[in-house]
């Protein structure tokens, strides 16, 4: 089973608008990263936030970490028509010897033109 | 050379069947991972190398799923007598460093549909 779940699970905003992607958790964890996946495609790494940073920017992405409340979120900044895919967050677990991403289920991005 | 390479692109089989999917990482990477991605699905783990050792198999759903890296390289992931459950996406990903906590670079899949 997945440890993360993203919400929304689907998302449509108009292009220039912000999307917001949450993403939650189960366990304890080194870091977590967030992957994008065009249809059809394999994934794409994003950014990656350690356990002990708690906000991370690259170009028009920001992710926010709360380890407290085991949640993340991605922000995409004044949206793309070419920024539509699928969005997943996936979790490295804090356990020795864990040898895993655990991704989400993911959050389904549709920019319109 | 370029990014991770997976092939077949799509694989059509027959229930019963064996099938052999193949994935060439990125030249140098030291960790490959194999991931079970079903239809509006996040990947499922499957299972981990570090170089020609197979360190995870816990992902596996069942015997029937076979992996190899004989060479630290090229890996293969076979899945014997092949029932309808197992048509999925199956994704390959390497990575420069060991274990799984650092970015992963992700092959285009192979899509496996099982009739």
């Known amino acids: 089973s997945q440890q993360g779940e993203e919400d929304p699970q689907a998302l449509s905003i108009q292009e220039g608008e912000n999307a917001t992607m949450n993403c939650s958790y189960k366990?304890?964890?080194?870091?977590l990263q967030w992957y994008r996946q065009n249809s059809g495609r394999g994934l794409v790494h994003l950014i990656l936030?350690?356990?002990?940073?708690r906000e991370k920017h690259s170009g028009r992405l920001r992710v926010t970490l709360d380890t407290s409340k085991k949640s993340s979120s991605l922000l995409i900044t004044a949206s793309r028509a070419a920024d539509t895919a699928s969005y997943f967050c996936?979790?490295?677990?804090?356990?020795?010897?864990?040898?895993?991403?655990?991704f989400g289920t993911g959050t389904r991005l549709t920019v319109i033109p | 050379g370029a990014g991770v390479s997976q092939s077949p692109r799509y694989k059509v089989a027959k229930r019963g069947q064996d099938v052999a999917l193949r994935c060439d990482p990125i030249?140098?990477?030291?960790?490959l991972f194999w991931y079970q991605q079903a239809l509006g699905q996040g990947p499922e783990f499957l299972t981990y190398?570090?170089?020609?050792?197979?360190?995870?198999k816990s992902g596996l759903p069942s015997d029937r799923f076979f992996a190899e890296r004989p060479e630290g390289s090229v890996s293969t992931l076979k899945i014997q007598r092949t029932q309808q459950e197992d048509s999925a996406v199956y994704l390959c990903?390497?990575?420069?460093?060991?274990?799984?906590?650092?970015?992963?670079?992700f092959g285009p899949g192979t899509r496996l549909t099982v009739l």
């Open positions: 030249s140098g990477h030291v960790s």
């Open positions: 996936a979790t490295a677990s804090h356990q020795t010897g864990a040898n895993n991403l655990f």
């Open positions: 990903a390497s990575s420069h460093s060991s274990g799984g906590a650092h970015e992963q670079f």
């Open positions: 190398f570090q170089n020609e050792a197979q360190l995870d």
């Open positions: 936030i350690r356990s002990n940073e």
């Open positions: 366990t304890s964890i080194n870091n």
